[in-house]
């Protein structure tokens, strides 16, 4: 199975971004998706996650409200949808897959983990 991340960029404060993560190998439905990011200098914290058929989604409280998880089966893509940006939202973000049902937010659960794509979000 591979992940692929795209659509991070450069954006101010304010801004939006959409994320996607193409799953490739093995179709997606049967993996319960997550992102994660890491700042520089930071340990990896849990962003979000959506389980298989997208009937639940989780949130860290920090991005509660301002990011929307979503999935496509059809597509065997996962989106990541960020707005009202902060500074502090910045970081390399990841996408994750797990086999695990319900078991979302630490990173030891997944995987299988994308390459990254990079958000900077400025002031």
């Known amino acids: 199975v591979q992940l692929q991340a795209s659509g991070g960029g450069l954006v101010q404060a304010g801004g939006s971004l959409r994320l996607s993560c193409v799953v490739s190998?093995?179709?997606?439905?049967?993996?319960?998706m997550g992102w994660f990011r890491q700042a520089p200098g930071m340990e990896r914290e849990f962003v979000a996650a959506?389980?298989?058929?997208?009937?639940?989604?989780y949130y860290a409280d920090s991005v509660k409200g301002r990011f929307t998880i979503s999935r496509d089966n059809a597509k065997n893509t996962v989106y990541l949808q960020l707005n009202s940006l902060k500074p502090e939202d910045t970081a390399n973000y990841y996408c994750?897959?797990?086999?695990?049902?319900?078991?979302?937010?630490?990173?030891?659960?997944?995987?299988?983990w994308g390459q990254g794509t990079q958000v900077t979000v400025s002031s």
């Open positions: 190998g093995r179709t997606s439905r049967n993996y319960g």
């Open positions: 994750a897959a797990t086999t695990l049902t319900g078991r979302f937010v630490s990173d030891r659960n997944y995987n299988y």
């Open positions: 959506i389980s298989r058929f997208g009937e639940s989604t």
